[in-house]
Every structure is written in structure tokens, then in C-alpha cells.
């Protein structure tokens, strides 16, 4: 099954309003990361996690290991937020792997 | 600003002939990454270098191969292209073994024929 499950998959959001993202793990994540593909296929870095929260203007992230599970806040929804968002999970295995999930894809409406 | 550039943007090749792709980070990272990302945007890494080893195949297709120079670049040949290869393969790179943050190439899309 998959080790990194995204939700929700798809995703509008009316411009200004407020949403979370969610990735659950099946693996013991050590670290996560998350990311937005914009429509060039660029992925641009948004976070990178240990547990614990950060924020970073209308985004705010947060990492439970215990629970094994991020989210992802957007606050105040732009047009320019639209696109892929990808979580990624750092396993506990013994070799750096990394695991992605399937991504939301979020479009913001005028 | 970029600092993982990949090269070729796309590449449409045949079925049967041998592509190269080229990625170089100027971030000065020790661990470089390959992954590809199929037509429903899955992502899987491929391939992982530090220091001119390799840390983690994840049972790709043998006609794949990473190519490093130095910890600067890492570039992937394959040898005999198949259809199912059609994708785009990102490049990242990351300051240690996994434990830091990954910073991604542009991608390179290949279309097989």
C-alpha cells in the first residue's frame, strides 16, 4: 500500500478563504517535506519538517511522528497558490529513502 | 534562483536508443538524487549518490545507470529506452544523507516513441 497517503486529492478553493492539507504515513517518518509543482512542473520547496510546526507567511506546517501525519494550512487562498502540492516522507529504514504522496491538486477561483 | 539545472527541458527519442540526462548543483550538496514522475504525477526516486556511491537503487530497470563525475553532477543514462519510460525525471539534491532538505531540478521530459 501506500506508505505516503495525500488527501484531500483534489481541491477549489474560492480566492481568500482558508483549507488544510493532510499526509498520513505507513512508514516511522523522520523528517517531511513539503512542495508546490507550479504549471512549468517546477517543485518548489515550501517546508522542511522534523516534528514539530513552522510558518511561513499564509502557510503553516505541521509534523506529528507519533500520530504519523503533516498538514498543510493555507491561509488567505491566492490565485498563484494553485498547483500540485506534494508531501514527502524521510523513512526510518536505514537508507535515505524518500517517499511522496500523490499530491493535491488545489485550484484558487476568482 | 535555480541552483539545480537539468538538461536537456525535453527529449523525444525511439524505442531501442540510449538517452543521457544532465544535472549539476551549484549548492554544494553531498547527496544527489534522480527520481521520475509518471503521467499521473507519481513520484519515485530512482537513485541516490553521496560522494560518488551509490546509497539506494530502488530496483529500476538495469538499462538505467547514474553517471557521477564529482558531487556536483550526477547524470543518468539509459541504455535501451523503453515506451513505460516516457516521464519526467527530476534531479535534487540535498546538503547530507537524507537528513536535510532536498532542492529540485526543473525536470527533463522524455517521450518515447
Known amino acids: 500500500g501506500d506508505k505516503v497517503k495525500q488527501s484531500p486529492s483534489a481541491l477549489s478553493l474560492q480566492e481568500g478563504t482558508n483549507s488544510a492539507l493532510r499526509c498520513n504515513f505507513s512508514?516511522?517518518?523522520?523528517?517531511v517535506q513539503w512542495f508546490l509543482q507550479n504549471p512549468r512542473g517546477s517543485l518548489i520547496n515550501l517546508f522542511y519538517l522534523v516534528p514539530g510546526t513552522k510558518e511561513n507567511g499564509r502557510l503553516k506546517s505541521a509534523f506529528d511522528s507519533k500520530e504519523s501525519y503533516s498538514t498543510l494550512h493555507i491561509r488567505d487562498a491566492q490565485l498563484e497558490d494553485s498547483g500540485t502540492y506534494f508531501c514527502?516522507?524521510?523513512?526510518?529504514?536505514?537508507?535515505?529513502?524518500?517517499?511522496f504522496g500523490k499530491g493535491t491538486s488545489l485550484t484558487v477561483i476568482p | 534562483e535555480t541552483a539545480v539545472f537539468q538538461t536537456p527541458n525535453y527529449h523525444v527519442t525511439q524505442v531501442g536508443n540510449e538517452v543521457s540526462f544532465n544535472c549539476k548543483q551549484t549548492l554544494g550538496h553531498d547527496t544527489m538524487y534522480w527520481y521520475k514522475q509518471d503521467s499521473k504525477k507519481l513520484l519515485k526516486i530512482m537513485f541516490s549518490y553521496n560522494n560518488k556511491q551509490l546509497i539506494v537503487n530502488e530496483t529500476v530497470p538495469r538499462r538505467f545507470s547514474p553517471q557521477s563525475s564529482d558531487k556536483a553532477h550526477l547524470n543518468l543514462r539509459i541504455k535501451s529506452v523503453e515506451p513505460e519510460d516516457s516521464a519526467v525525471y527530476l534531479c535534487?539534491?540535498?546538503?547530507?544523507?537524507?537528513?536535510?532538505?532536498?532542492?529540485f531540478g526543473p525536470g527533463t521530459r522524455l517521450t518515447v516513441l
Open positions: 512508514i516511522a517518518a523522520t523528517t
Open positions: 535534487a539534491s540535498s546538503d547530507d544523507w537524507g537528513g536535510y532538505e532536498q532542492y
Open positions: 514527502a516522507a524521510e523513512g526510518d529504514t536505514g537508507y535515505q529513502n524518500f517517499y
